[in-house]
């Protein structure tokens, strides 16, 4: 019994692992592995496509362009630096939003690293900014590497949600259902009350982002978002945003746009944004075939 409530799953262990006076949370260990997992999976896809891109009309690239060479894994290193200025910038802003009550007078705090965090929907958009940026400095060809980054950005997405979970963090509102989860004292856990059953939000937003992984891969292969343009990432960044604004509605943030948290709100916008750029670019290559 847990604060007057029964917890249907109570989670009892120790958030660090201890080794030789070190001590390191098991969450920080998840994160950094899918962010490792998702990289060597994005440079083991980019071996295999070929680096020659038409954006549109890709039917009448020659066999040449169509075969090789293959999109360059050195500049994947580069491409990954220059998502983090535009991911920490954007995550920051979105984080104020989040908060603008607090921010609001004291707008300094966002510049300082260790008051806050980042706000994830925005941090994935800023980061893909600057890499499309970094990458077309390379003469790197954009819509290419979008198309291989969706599905290992996705897997990294929900592997390190998983992986909050090995902290406490990211837990929802409070909740009676069977799924519970709660986290026993002394921790300390990730989030505020971890002690009291609640939603596990970052278990719901692991299995969405898996989920639109499915379909991204099934899109990969049995539509006509095989082509490596760009159009595959945007569908499925939507997608992804969509599912964190469904799952955003078992957070405890209050509603600031009718039934809408802040976070809702922010994930819908996105995700309409993204998924009208594929439509866009979808009529785009419509329009090109007919007129050639």
């Known amino acids: 019994m847990i604060g007057g409530v029964l917890a249907a799953i109570v989670l009892d262990f120790d958030p660090y692992v201890r080794l030789a006076g070190w001590a390191v949370r098991w969450e920080t260990l998840g994160i950094a592995g899918a962010v490792l997992v998702g990289i060597l999976a994005t440079a083991r896809i980019a071996g295999r496509v070929p680096a020659g891109d038409v954006w549109i009309g890709e039917d009448e690239a020659s066999d040449e362009e169509r075969e090789g060479p293959y999109l360059r894994r050195d500049d994947l290193l580069f491409i990954l630096l220059g998502a983090v200025p535009g991911a920490v910038v954007l995550g920051r802003a979105g984080y104020g939003l989040l908060h603008a009550d607090y921010y609001a007078g004291r707008w300094q705090d966002l510049l300082d690293p260790s008051r806050g965090s980042l706000e994830l929907t925005l941090a994935v958009v800023g980061g893909t900014l600057t890499a499309i940026y970094v990458a077309a400095l390379l003469d790197a060809p954009v819509g290419r590497w979008l198309h291989v980054a969706i599905g290992p950005l996705l897997l990294a997405l929900a592997l390190g949600k998983a992986a909050e979970a090995l902290g406490g963090s990211g837990q929802g509102a409070s909740s009676a259902a069977a799924w519970a989860t709660a986290y026993l004292p002394p921790g300390p856990w990730g989030s505020p009350g971890a002690e009291f059953p609640a939603h596990p939000a970052q278990l719901y937003e692991a299995a969405t982002t898996a989920a639109v992984l499915f379909v991204v891969a099934l899109l990969a292969r049995r539509t006509p978002l095989r082509r490596a343009d760009g159009r595959l990432y945007a ?16 957070w405890r943030d209050p509603a600031v746009a009718g039934p809408l948290s802040a976070e809702q709100a922010l994930s819908l916008a996105v995700a309409t944004i993204a998924l009208g750029s594929a439509v866009v670019a979808t009529l785009a290559r419509r329009v090109y075939a007919r007129r050639t």
């Open 235 to 250: 569908v499925g960044f939507g997608l992804w945003a969509l599912g964190r604004a469904a799952v955003a509605a078992s």
